[in-house]
């Protein structure tokens, strides 16, 4: 079974200024997706970035990127330019690429979360 | 493009008592997933269907939860009876498919309270 740790339970960073979330996972699949969603207080769970695995390439989204680490099975997000509507509840999620095979199953496995706060 | 819906989206019920959770995906979506989200925790999967047949219901307490998706479009999840540890914000979401790289796309959410 796969398994995703999000080490940092909280973290705040200043308006405008760059913050890394972590994200370190345990599978034994070589090929998957990573998704980093947030959650605001109303609790819409919104996709922020995807990477797959077979993509040496590390997503960008605007002010949002990762760090893909395949072999240290890590996955950090960067926020840049810090905005106070970036406040919310982070989640790092991995999903099997093999779905297809396996007869479909292909559910999120989330980590616990990071709370981040925006310092005006 | 509507988004996912549910209701309702609070529920307070005593322990012992049953309680059931509404789900519309977005439209032409064949893939529908419940997740149970207990407060400080990340979702977990209890069940996933495509179109109206179980794919994978690993996860589900089957000895209290159940749940459907007679026509493969609205779907129901149900709990008899609840428990205290059942309180929790019950997500669904849903795809185009499955077993591809297509994005899952969330609801609101039910948050459940059991007494």
């Known amino acids: 079974a796969q398994t995703v740790t999000q080490s940092q339970p909280e973290m705040s960073v200043q308006e405008a200024e760059t913050v890394t979330l972590s994200c370190t996972y345990d599978t034994s699949e070589s090929d998957y997706y990573l998704f980093w969603y947030k959650q605001p207080p109303s609790r819409q769970m919104i996709l922020v970035i995807r990477?797959?695995?077979?993509?040496?390439q590390n997503a960008t989204e605007n002010r949002f990127s990762v760090n893909f680490q395949k072999a240290a099975k890590s996955f950090s997000l960067k926020i840049s330019d810090s905005q106070l509507g970036d406040a919310a509840m982070y989640f790092c999620?991995?999903?099997?690429?093999?779905?297809?095979?396996?007869?479909?199953?292909?559910?999120?496995?989330f980590g616990k979360g990071t709370h981040l706060i925006i310092q005006p | 493009e509507a988004g996912v819906a549910q209701s309702p989206r609070y529920k307070i019920i005593e322990k012992r008592q049953s309680v059931a959770f509404w789900c519309n995906p977005i439209?032409?979506?064949?893939?529908l997933y419940w997740y149970q989200q207990i407060l400080g925790q990340g979702p977990k999967l209890l069940i996933q269907?495509?179109?109206?047949?179980?794919?994978?219901d690993s996860q589900l307490p089957k000895d209290r939860f159940s749940a459907e998706r007679l026509k493969g479009v609205d779907s129901t999840l149900k709990i008899q009876p609840a428990k205290l540890e059942d309180s929790a914000v019950y997500l669904c979401a849903s795809s185009w498919t499955s077993g591809s790289s297509d994005t899952q796309y969330f609801g609101p959410g039910t948050r459940l309270t059991v007494l």
């Open positions: 439209s032409g979506h064949a893939t």
């Open positions: 999620a991995y999903r099997t690429a093999s779905g297809y095979s396996g007869g479909g199953a292909d559910g999120l496995t």
């Open positions: 990477q797959e695995a077979y993509k040496q």
């Open positions: 269907f495509q179109n109206n047949g179980v794919v994978d």
